[in-house]
C-alpha cells in the first residue's frame, strides 16, 4: 500500500520562497514519473510539475522559472522548491504519480499574501 506524506507548507509574504517535500513509503519510487499537483479553493486539481526518473522535468507555463521540481530516490522524497511566490499560488499541494493513480496524502496547505 502506497503513503504520500507531503509536508513544508507555510503562509508566505508574495515574493517568498517555500520548499515541499513528497516523502513515498511502500513504492517502486525510483522508476516512476513524479508529479506536483495543486488544487486551489473552487477549483479542479491541477497539474504543476514532473519528474521523469531521469529527472526530465516538466513544468505549467504558470510556474515556469519560478519552481523548480527534484527528486532523491535513495530517501524516496519528491522536492518543489517554490520562488517568487504569488498570491495566485495558495493551494493545496499534493504529490503522486504523474498519473494520479495512487492513493492521495493529505496535502500541504500554501497560503501567500499579498
Known amino acids: 500500500q502506497v503513503q504520500l506524506v507531503e509536508s513544508g507548507g507555510g503562509l508566505v509574504q508574495a515574493g517568498g520562497s517555500l520548499r515541499l517535500s513528497c516523502v513515498a513509503s511502500?513504492?517502486?519510487?525510483?522508476?516512476?514519473?513524479m508529479a506536483w499537483y495543486r488544487q486551489a479553493p473552487g477549483k479542479q486539481r491541477e497539474l504543476v510539475a514532473t519528474?521523469?526518473?531521469?529527472?526530465?522535468?516538466n513544468y505549467v507555463d504558470s510556474v515556469k522559472g519560478r519552481f523548480i521540481i527534484s527528486r532523491d530516490n535513495a530517501k524516496n522524497t519528491l522536492y518543489l522548491q517554490m520562488n517568487s511566490l504569488k498570491p495566485e499560488d495558495t493551494a493545496v499541494y499534493y504529490c503522486?504519480?504523474?498519473?494520479?493513480?495512487?492513493?492521495w496524502g493529505q496535502g500541504t496547505q500554501v497560503t501567500v499574501s499579498s
Open positions: 503522486n504519480l504523474h498519473l494520479g493513480t495512487w492513493p
Open positions: 511502500g513504492s517502486i519510487f525510483s522508476i516512476n514519473t
Open positions: 519528474i521523469t526518473s531521469t529527472r526530465t522535468t
